[in-house]
T-cell receptor, first 117, second 119 residues
């Protein structure tokens, strides 16, 4: 069973550009989470999905941020009109609430490091 | 709102020393989950342990042990006979639950403790 994968691993963009990140969760994990981690800090929750439904969004998620999980499998996180303050590591995680892998542990991907110049 | 505090920003030890990482949490829920994650230099968060708020038994896994004390809202992590490979950032995290005891999923992390183990 492969782990959580994220693409790209690194992204450098100019201020004002749009960027999109992809996350592929562990197969059949029905929950998928997005977090943001800045240097020297713990990850901060952004949003999460249960299957296709987006169940919660943090106040950190401004209108410039949008996330989707259209078929309940992979997810995308888009940032429009990027700002220098968006520079961070964007982490994706997945977990299962059903089946033989039932647990609450979130398994994290390697992250996408965004640098806005 | 929930909060996790890891007061130790950095700890430096020599190999084979024992080291304890402190974690104190705040929550209004009576049912919640506590976690420890390790973030090595490669950057990927690695799950170490999950503890249900109803289970106050301490746990030992090899060189790792965890002490959960609900009375003091603490969930401390001890590494016995530390090794260089233990060098990493360690995060404590909290997840609250709904009335049915199902995790909301959102993890609230502490700021992390940087552990450096010198040979």
């Amino acid at each position: 069973d492969t782990g959580v994968s994220q693409d790209p691993r690194h992204k450098i963009t100019k201020r004002g550009q749009n960027v999109t990140f992809r996350c592929d969760p562990i197969s059949e994990h029905n929950r998928l989470y997005w977090y943001r981690q800045t240097l020297g800090q713990g990850p901060e929750f952004l949003t999460y999905f249960q299957n296709e439904a987006q169940l919660e969004k943090s106040r950190l998620l401004s209108d410039r941020f949008s996330a989707e999980r259209p078929k309940g499998s992979f997810s995308t996180l888009e940032i429009q009109r990027t700002e220098q303050g968006d520079s961070a590591m964007y982490l994706c995680a997945s977990s299962s609430l059903t089946g033989p892998d039932f647990n609450y542990e979130q398994y994290f991907g390697p992250g996408t490091r965004l640098t806005v110049t | 709102a929930q909060k996790v505090t890891q007061a130790q920003t950095e700890i430096s030890v020599v190999e084979k020393e024992d080291v304890t990482l402190d974690c104190v949490y705040e929550t209004r829920d009576t049912t919640y989950y506590l976690f420890w994650y390790k973030q090595p230099p490669s950057g990927e968060l690695v799950f170490l342990i999950r503890r249900n708020s109803f289970d106050e038994q301490n746990e030992i896994s090899g060189r790792y042990s965890w002490n959960f004390q609900k009375s003091t809202s603490s969930f401390n992590f001890t590494i016995t006979a530390s090794q260089v490979v233990d060098s990493a950032v360690y995060f404590c995290a909290l997840s609250e639950t709904n009335a049915g005891g199902t995790s909301y999923g959102k993890l609230t992390f502490g700021q992390g403790t940087i552990l450096t183990v010198h040979p």
